[in-house]
């Protein structure tokens, strides 16, 4: 069965941080680029950051950029979203999505995912 699974959500104070992770199962993500999106309550989903297949290329949210980094570790079949600097702001159902591409190093999209996980979530408050 192939399927993202994120993990590493939870409760954090305002300023704190968290690493969450997305592994894939039954596939290679080699040949994927990866995104993670956010939904919060009674908002619309948007994309916050995704990665290239090979990882040499990264895009940020402008509300995230700078605090938020995006990394892959393709030997262990995970990509990961490193929070810091958490916001209330920041509160959502944090989800990860997989593209499939065609290259080494193909650009990463918000749109036209191939797979999704079930999401993890964030809770940023005192």
């Known amino acids: 069965q192939l399927q993202l699974v994120e993990s590493g959500g939870g409760l954090v104070q305002p300023g704190g941080s968290l690493r969450l992770s997305c592994a894939g199962s039954g596939f290679t993500l080699d040949y994927y680029t990866i995104s993670w999106f956010r939904q919060a309550p009674g908002k619309e989903r948007e994309g916050v950051s995704c990665i290239s297949n090979s990882g040499g290329s990264t895009n940020y949210a402008d509300s995230v950029n700078g605090r938020f980094t995006i990394s892959r570790d393709n030997a262990k079949n995970t990509v990961y979203l490193q929070m810091n600097s958490l916001k209330p702001e920041d509160t959502a159902v944090y989800y990860c999505?997989?593209?499939?591409?065609?290259?080494?190093?193909?650009?990463?999209?918000?749109?036209?995912?191939?797979?999704w996980g079930k999401g993890t979530l964030v809770t940023v408050s005192s």
């Open positions: 999505a997989a593209a499939w591409v065609i290259g080494t190093n193909s650009r990463c999209r918000y749109y036209g995912m191939n797979y």
